[in-house]
């Protein structure tokens, strides 16, 4: 079983559809994050949840909306998104207190169409 | 400025041969120093740790410069399965961990 675990795998929306993609992760960490990964474009780092509590949003815009329910698991709702949104979305968690390194999950491929 | 700046590459190598990438960063508060592998359509995975002292890892060897805010990674006697996206990693922890990536180099080994 992988530490972090993300569904669905791929994704393909409508500009109007809404989806969510989760995270799951059996590390027994207490901070996740969300990442972006465009086309030859470094990972961006949209979220940063640390116990439970929302604790950084890097200006990502309102059509993506994360919810942390508990330690373990991880949100990521999606609705009228754009074309330009289309990325490798890729979830991680560590444990504070340690130096920090991150474990990520395989990742959900998005095409807005 | 790139908060994490690395050579893109890509690197071309033939197989046995050692390769050095070098990483810089901007932020002098980050704390904690990593060296990540990504291969094509994968995630990123943990390759190794950066210590001030230097470390290494088989045929895999990390130093920090803090007072240059400069990163290496040396690869000896390079093999084909080393072919993938080498990411430099910056933990700006300051309250809570925030990894902070470069934009990564890529290593093609070949025959």
């Known amino acids: 079983e992988t530490g972090v675990t993300q569904t669905p795998r791929h994704l393909v929306m409508g500009m109007t559809n809404k989806k969510s993609l989760k995270c799951e992760q059996h590390?027994?960490?207490?901070?996740m994050y969300w990442y972006k990964q465009s086309a030859k474009k470094p990972l961006e780092l949209m979220f940063v949840y640390s116990l439970e509590e929302r604790v950084e949003n890097n200006s990502v815009p309102s059509r993506f909306s994360p919810e942390c329910p508990n330690s373990s698991h991880l949100f990521l709702h999606l609705h009228t998104l754009q074309p330009e949104d289309s990325a490798l979305y890729l979830c991680a968690s560590s444990q504070e207190g340690n130096s920090g390194e991150a474990f990520f999950g395989q990742g959900t491929r998005l095409t807005v169409v | 400025r790139k908060e994490v700046e690395q050579d893109p590459g890509p690197f071309n190598v033939p197989e046995g041969a050692t390769v050095a990438f070098n990483c810089t960063y901007s932020?002098?508060?980050?704390?904690?120093f990593f060296w990540y592998r990504q291969d094509c359509r994968k995630e990123p995975k943990l390759l190794m740790s950066v210590y001030s002292s230097g470390n290494e890892d088989g045929r895999f060897t990390a130093q920090l410069n803090r007072a240059s805010q400069y990163i290496s990674l040396l690869i000896r006697d390079s093999k084909l399965s080393d072919s993938a996206t080498y990411l430099c990693v910056v933990n700006i922890a300051g309250g809570y961990n925030k990894l902070i990536f470069g934009a990564g180099t890529r290593l093609a080994v070949h025959p």
């Open positions: 590390l027994g960490h207490n901070a």
């Open positions: 932020n002098s508060a980050s704390q904690s």
